[in-house]
């Protein structure tokens, strides 16, 4: 497990007035009276000495363009060498706005419009929109469902490859289903990527959030035929909750997918920003803080599992192995064809809708547990009053 002996003292969700007064988009996006837990960010506040590195580029109007930033490979490097025992070049660390536009930009140097693009659902609604972006064609190879358990379904995959997709777009771990792959699923994944040539993009923006130590594995440190065929792209903003000062990191391990990053246009780079930048090599450091965040989660998505067996007992909920976004199966409260619109409109409680992340989703919302147990407690409690409401 996680260090729960941290230095850091406790990591705890904001009280609701104070998050109120966030202009963020999980603030902004809905009306005041909507209790907010969709969109992944934390209502905790951030590592102090992301803080006081940020106030201090603020004092001497530190805000221009982001030029050289090395500290953000060797920072990462030494995060990833200590948490996974990986060994990343800092040579081989390039930087995008976002892991949006990361993997868009990657995307660009590997296909062009039309080429055919994997992914698995249910998966992060965000994926559908960047191979849009990039004007490609979409093949679904779902995870296989046991239960509440997702497992890639190789050989879905296989059949897809055979028809000639270039890239896999991987989310490792995999959002929204709280799965973290092992490393001989991802080792057979690399097999096939390379037996079709296909390159896989792991999207790893919420590995640091895995609970279990040793239990995820990078992609580019599963087996050489993975770095040959991988791309890593992640960023630190989930995991210490930047998003909004934009900056993502691309690893690669080969020479050929070296080449590949080295080919995008500078503007990559320097489109993300400064504030982003810094405040992610900071964040690597701040392993006290993310440890200190896991041990609020933890206690919060075991909290989710409590609330829901007092209060919805017939709700599905596998407690995930990472993150703070917890899969609920509603099909058992009868809701109709859009939960999540049900639960906004009659509960003034607001979820991902499960549609957005894939077809077979429809019964599924996805809640946020990145907060204090009071507001868990209380939209819980408001699902309750919508399905009372009937
Ligand atoms: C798997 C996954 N990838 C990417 C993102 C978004 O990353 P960014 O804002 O850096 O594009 C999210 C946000 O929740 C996510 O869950």
Redesign the pocket.
């Known amino acids: 497990m996680f260090n729960a002996n941290s230095g850091q003292s406790v990591v705890e969700g904001m009280p609701l007035a104070t998050l109120q007064k966030r202009k963020s988009q999980k603030w902004r996006g809905f009306p005041a009276d909507v209790l907010p837990l969709p969109?992944?960010e934390m209502d905790f506040e951030i590592a102090k000495p992301i803080r006081d590195e940020l106030i201090g580029m603020l004092e001497v109007s530190d805000t221009g363009y982001l030029g050289p930033i090395p500290e953000l490979g060797t920072n990462f490097a030494a995060f990833a060498l200590a948490r996974w025992n990986w060994k990343v070049d800092p040579e081989q660390i390039f930087t995008a706005t976002?892991?949006?536009?990361?993997?868009v930009e990657m995307g660009r140097t590997v296909v062009k419009p039309g080429a055919l693009i994997m992914y698995n659902t249910p998966v992060?609604l965000?994926f559908i929109n960047w191979i849009q972006e990039l004007q490609c064609e979409v093949i679904d190879a779902p995870l296989t469902k046991n239960g509440l358990h997702y497992t890639l379904d190789l050989t879905a995959v296989e059949a897809g490859y055979k028809k000639g997709v270039k890239v896999h777009f991987l989310?490792n771990p995999h959002?929204?289903v709280g799965t973290v792959f092992t490393k001989s699923e991802l080792a057979s994944l690399a097999e096939l990527a390379k037996k079709y040539a296909v390159t896989v993009f792991s999207?790893e923006?919420?590995a640091p959030l895995v609970y279990e130590s040793g239990a995820f594995v990078p992609f580019l440190n599963v087996s050489d035929t993975a770095r040959e065929v991988g791309i890593c792209i992640t960023?630190a903003?989930?995991s210490w909750n930047l998003?909004g000062l934009?900056c993502?990191t691309i690893i690669t391990a080969h020479p050929d997918q070296r080449a590949r990053a080295e080919s995008m246009p500078m503007a990559v780079h320097y489109r993300a920003s400064l504030f982003g930048a810094v405040a992610a090599a900071r964040a690597y450091e701040c392993v006290d803080w993310l440890d200190a965040a896991l041990v609020t989660l933890d206690r919060n998505r075991k909290f989710v599992a409590e609330q829901l067996a007092e209060k919805l007992p017939t709700v599905g909920y596998r407690i995930p192995d990472f993150s703070y976004?917890a899969w609920l199966d509603l099909t058992s409260l009868g809701l109709g064809e859009n939960p999540a619109e049900v639960l906004l409109e009659k509960g003034r409680v607001a979820f991902n809708s499960g549609i957005v992340f894939g077809p077979n989703s429809t019964q599924f919302v996805r809640l946020n547990f990145g907060t204090s147990q009071e507001i868990i407690a209380l939209a819980i409690d408001r699902i309750l009053a919508a399905v009372n409401s009937k």
């Open positions: 969109v992944a976002d892991v949006g536009v990361g993997m992060y965000n989310s959002n929204p999207d923006i919420h960023a903003s989930k998003a934009k993502a976004l």
